[in-house]
């Protein structure tokens, strides 16, 4: 094998396993002869590097035109748009009056500066609590996404409802340390019981939770990026919802969530892995940043 078919090979191997922590490095000039490597995997390769726009590459194909439009049908097939999210708030840029989804404040919630640097919205007692006036229930949206960035103080009680739009019977919902299972489980809400296997969540670091929702189909939920070990099917009732997203606390006291919360987002489709890793690691560098 020489070095070009060596390079192409390295190529192919991050074609086959992608993922947005990889980096694609090639030279700026990287010469592609079709009869050099096999036609599927020639297709592959224009199909990644078109979709990325390298333009200081220069591609060297002789069989272009006989290949373009399998090069566009794979890359539609390989890069899905990105979803973006319905309701979204980000309290260290909040301001009041702006553009914030009409988020609202009740029993004394407000928006402080952690110890490190980040401001956020800071729930540390039973009561204060802040909402979003969307509703996720399963009758307007039969699949949908919760996507938070918060930094958790403390195990303050046995469930820890951190992103709620439940009245009763457990419907979509995040807890952060449910007791019902071991030591306290990172979970959602599906509307029974169900264990993530994710175990007990990390206490006084930022982190990246996201949980998804699909209506009668594979549910769960994801730390950091990384999935829970098992999924569930949600069976999420119309009649268990509220009209509004609670951020903090559920409708009912003695389960609040002793935390600080960056950022929430609130999307009409259940994400799949690749936008979870990627949302999961643009929190990371967003929260190292000086």
């Known amino acids: 094998m020489d070095a070009l078919e060596a390079r192409v090979r390295a190529l192919e191997d991050q074609l086959l396993n992608p993922s947005p922590f990889k980096v694609l490095r090639i030279d700026p000039v990287f010469p592609i002869h079709h009869n050099r490597f096999p036609e599927e995997l020639l297709v592959r390769i224009l199909a990644y590097l078109s979709h990325r726009e390298y333009r200081t590459c220069k591609l060297v194909c002789a069989k272009w035109d006989a290949l373009r439009h399998r090069v566009g049908a794979m890359r539609e097939g390989l890069f899905k748009p990105f979803s ?53 229930s399963p009758t307007a949206m039969p699949h949908c996404t919760f996507e938070i960035g918060l930094r958790l103080e403390s195990i303050a009680n046995d469930r820890g409802w951190v992103l709620t739009n439940e009245v009763t019977g457990f419907d979509r919902s995040v807890l952060m340390h449910d007791s019902r299972f ?14 993530s296997g994710m175990g007990p969540p990390p206490l006084r670091e930022w982190i990246h939770v996201v949980a998804t929702f699909q209506q009668n189909d594979k549910s769960r939920v994801y730390l950091n990026g990384s999935p829970s070990p098992s999924f569930t099917v949600a069976r999420n009732r119309p009649i268990g919802c509220q009209e509004s997203v609670w951020i903090g606390r559920p409708h009912h006291g003695g389960h609040y969530c002793d935390c600080w919360v960056k950022h929430v987002k609130i999307y009409d489709s259940a994400l799949g892995h690749d936008q979870i890793a990627t949302l999961a690691k643009e929190f990371s560098e967003t929260i190292l940043l000086p």
């Open 182 to 195: 071991g030591d306290g489980q990172i979970a959602s809400a599906v509307g029974r019981e169900w264990s």
């Open 84 to 136: 973006s999210p319905v309701a979204s708030v980000d309290f260290s840029t909040y301001k009041k009056g702006g553009n914030n989804n009409n988020v609202r404040f009740f029993s004394g919630a407000s928006i402080k500066v952690s110890d490190d640097g980040i401001r956020s919205l800071r729930i540390d007692r039973d009561g204060p609590y802040a909402t979003i006036p969307i509703d996720t």
